[in-house]
């Protein structure tokens, strides 16, 4: 598959094909099979949508963003997020070698490269616009999810130990990065913490964004 147009500024989404039974399979016993990957796929859509309306300020060489998967095929994604966006499967191994598989990006011209997941709904254009600006002074920018994970990762170049190691899934994961970034000197800048809705007693979060969306129209 050939590589997207990179800009300076790059942006990785990493979603799943929202195929039932294989999505947000903590969410099957509230929502059922057919529920929790339609709720993938909303939540996967809202984050789009946050991507779309980012405006970089100021410019630094362009923003550029694509979508890695999982699940699915190309075909599958274009049907359901359109044609006009740029995919990348992620590939086999575990969250850390598709992570570092995806920052390719910075072979291809990259300054500033940012990685983020679809199931943290209050990630919205200001974060993304802050975790950037963080950029321009330090090494690495987290975002810190209430689970003892991260939603996002940003860094200005590949820094392949900040993925190895890590006991992904866990609520270790950020604190392990954390230690990582300590000793490797890495200066850190942190985002504010948000939730991901992954368990039954996480879906009043996405609620709570489905309402103030419904109110604003």
Known sequence: MKLPQIAKQHLIIFTRYPEAGKTKTRLIPALGAEGAASLHRQM?????????????????????????????????????LGTDLVY???????????????????????????????????????????????????????????????YLIGLRCLIKELFTNIDWGTARVLQQTIDVAQQLNLSVADLPPLADVDRPEDLPIWEKIVNSNSNLV
Not at 54 to 70: K, N, Q, T, W
């Open 44 to 80: 996967t859509e809202h984050t789009l949508s946050q991507v779309r309306q980012l405006h970089i300020d100021p410019p630094h060489g362009g923003f550029s963003f694509e979508v890695r998967y999982a699940g699915g095929d190309l075909q599958l994604m274009q049907d359901w």
């Open 88 to 150: 990348q499967s992620q590939g086999e191994g575990d969250l850390g070698q598709r992570m570092v598989r995806s920052l390719v990006a910075f072979e291809s011209g990259t300054e500033q490269a940012v990685i983020i997941g679809s199931d943290c709904p209050g990630l919205n254009t200001q974060i993304l616009a802050q975790a950037f600006k963080h950029l321009y002074l330090h090494d690495l920018v987290l975002g810190p999810a209430l689970d003892g994970g991260y």
